[in-house]
C-alpha cells in the first residue's frame, strides 16, 4: 500500500503543476482582455446606421471585458431619433466610454455635441470645436411659434440632464441650444465643456488613465497604461447602406441607371439594362431614408423621357434642351425639408448637379448634330443620308421581326430590311443581301443545311 501511494504522488504533484499553469494562464488571458480598448471611427451624419454600429461596437466591448471604448467622433449632427439611442447608449454603457473628436479641422456640431457630453471621457483634438447645437430649419432659419418652443425647451433639457450627469458645464450645455454657442477646443476645456485635449490616441488613452469615472452606478478608475488597441469598423453591410443614403451618390446612382436603361431601349444588349436597372434599386434604397421630394425625382424622369425622345424625334434640341432644363430643377429640388430639427440639409451637391448637367448638354448637341449632318447628306441615288456599301451577297441576322418591314444585323450595325418576296421573317433567322433600296436592305432568308439537301 506504502508503495502504490508513493507510485501515485508523482503523478498528483505534475497534475498540480498543471492545474497551476492553466489557472495562471486563465488570469493571464483575462488580465490581457482587460487591457484592451476599442477604437470606433465615427464619422459623417448622425443616423440610424450610426447608431447601430455604437451600440454593437459598445456591446461588445462588455462582453469581451475590454478596459474602455474610444469613439473618435467627427460630425456635422443629425437625426434627433438616432442622436437619443446613441446617448442612451452611451448613459448605459457598463464599460467607460470616451468620446475623442478628431481629427484635427473635425468638429461635433449639433447632434454631436449630445453625444460628446454624454461620455465618461470627453477629449478633442486641436484644431477641432464643439456647439451650435440649436434646432433649425432645413434653410437655417430659427423654428418659430409653439412648435420651436416645444422643439427648443426638449433639447435644453435633455442637454442639461446630460451635462448634469457627466458633471459637465451645465450653463454652456444650456447655451449651446439655446444661442447656438460653439467653442473651440481650447475654450470647452477652459470652461469644463470636456476634460481636456489630445492630438492622438496614445494622448487619449494617456490622459484617461487614472482617472476616475461613474460606470454602472459605480465609480471606477481607468487603468489603460500599456493597453492595446483594437480597431472596430464599420459592418460592410451597414458602411453600404451608409454610403447608399448619401444624397449626391443616390442621385448620380439614379441618374447612370436611367442613362443605361434609355441605352438599352435604343440598342438593346440586356448588358445596359441590367447594370441600368441595379442602379435605379440601389439608388431607391439610398432615397428611401432620404427626405424624398416626389416632385423633383419626377422632373428628372421626365427629363429622361424627353432624352429619349430627341433620340428618336426631329425636334432639332428642342426637347433635349426642355430635358436640361427639367433634369437641374428636379435635382435641385430632389429632397425636401428634414423632419428632424438638428439634421443637416439634405441637398445634392451643386457641382455634382452642373456636372451632370453639362455632361448631358454636350451629349445633346453631339447627338443634334450629327442628326442635323446626316440628314443634309444627299446620296447619289438622291435618298437622304449616306449612300449606303451593302455587299450583295452578304450574310446577317434579323435582329427586329420582318412584318413585312424590320430590321437586320450586319457588320456591328443595324439595318433597315425586307424580304424579297414579301414573306415574314422572325427574329434571329439568317438572311442575305440580296440588293438594297436607298437605306432599306433586301433580303432573303439563307436555307438551311437539310432543307438544301
Known amino acids: 500500500m506504502r508503495q502504490h501511494s508513493s507510485a501515485i ?5 505534475v ?3 498543471f492545474l497551476l499553469l492553466g489557472l495562471v494562464g486563465l488570469t493571464g488571458t483575462s488580465l490581457a482582455a482587460g487591457k484592451v480598448v476599442y477604437v470606433l471611427p465615427t464619422t459623417g451624419i448622425v443616423d440610424e446606421g450610426m447608431a447601430h454600429y455604437l451600440a454593437d461596437g459598445v456591446g461588445r466591448a462588455e462582453h469581451d471585458g475590454a478596459a474602455a471604448v474610444v469613439i473618435k467622433l467627427n460630425t456635422p449632427g443629425g437625426s434627433l431619433f438616432a442622436m437619443n439611442d446613441i446617448v442612451g447608449t452611451l448613459l448605459e454603457s457598463k464599460v467607460p466610454t470616451i468620446v475623442w473628436v478628431a481629427p484635427a479641422g473635425g468638429f461635433a456640431a449639433s447632434a454631436g455635441t449630445f453625444i460628446t457630453l454624454a461620455a465618461n471621457v470627453a477629449v478633442m483634438a486641436p484644431g477641432t470645436s464643439i456647439g451650435a447645437a440649436s434646432p433649425v430649419t432645413s434653410q437655417g432659419g430659427d423654428i418659430s411659434g409653439t412648435e420651436g418652443d416645444k422643439v427648443r425647451n426638449d433639447a435644453i433639457a435633455k442637454i442639461t440632464a446630460i451635462a448634469q450627469a457627466r458633471h459637465r458645464n451645465v450653463t454652456w450645455a444650456g447655451e449651446a441650444v439655446s444661442q447656438a454657442r460653439s467653442s473651440s477646443a481650447s475654450e470647452a476645456v477652459s470652461l469644463g465643456v470636456v476634460d481636456g485635449m489630445a492630438a492622438t490616441l496614445d494622448d487619449v488613452l494617456a490622459f484617461a488613465s487614472g482617472r476616475q469615472v461613474e460606470v454602472g452606478g459605480s465609480t471606477v478608475t481607468l487603468d489603460l497604461s500599456g493597453a492595446t488597441t483594437t480597431q472596430i469598423d464599420m459592418n460592410p453591410f451597414l458602411a453600404f447602406i451608409r454610403l447608399l443614403s448619401d444624397p449626391t451618390i443616390a442621385f448620380l446612382l439614379f441618374t ?5 436603361l434609355l441605352a438599352e431601349l435604343w440598342s438593346p444588349n440586356f448588358v445596359t439594362g441590367i447594370l441600368g436597372a441595379l442602379l435605379v434599386i440601389l439608388a431607391f434604397i439610398g432615397l428611401g431614408a432620404l427626405p424624398l421630394n416626389v416632385g ?5 424622369i421626365l427629363a429622361m423621357v424627353l432624352f429619349g425622345l430627341e433620340l428618336t424625334v426631329t425636334s ?3 426637347l433635349g434642351f426642355g430635358g436640361l432644363v427639367c433634369f437641374a430643377l428636379g435635382a435641385s429640388a430632389l429632397f425636401t425639408t428634414p423632419g428632424d430639427p438638428f439634421e443637416p440639409v439634405v441637398r445634392v451637391a451643386p457641382p455634382v448637379i452642373i456636372t451632370t448637367t453639362a455632361t448631358a448638354g454636350v451629349f445633346l448637341v453631339l447627338v443634334v448634330w450629327a442628326a442635323l449632318r446626316s440628314r443634309g447628306m444627299v446620296s447619289p441615288e438622291g435618298t437622304v443620308g449616306r449612300a ?9 441576322i434579323v435582329r427586329r421581326p420582318i412584318e413585312p418591314l424590320g430590321s437586320i444585323y450586319l457588320a456591328g450595325e443595324e439595318w433597315s430590311a425586307r424580304s424579297a418576296d414579301g414573306r415574314p421573317l422572325d427574329r434571329g433567322a439568317p438572311v442575305r443581301v440580296v440588293r438594297t433600296d436607298g437605306l432599306t436592305a433586301i433580303v432573303e432568308p439563307v436555307p438551311s443545311p437539310s432543307s438544301a439537301s
Open 296 to 300: 423633383g425625382l419626377l422632373l428628372i
Open 15 to 17: 497534475a498540480g503543476l
Open 9 to 13: 504522488q508523482p503523478i498528483r504533484i
Open 388 to 396: 449606303v456599301a451593302i455587299p450583295n451577297g452578304a450574310e446577317a
Open 316 to 318: 432639332h434640341g428642342l
Open 256 to 260: 447612370a441607371g436611367s442613362a443605361g
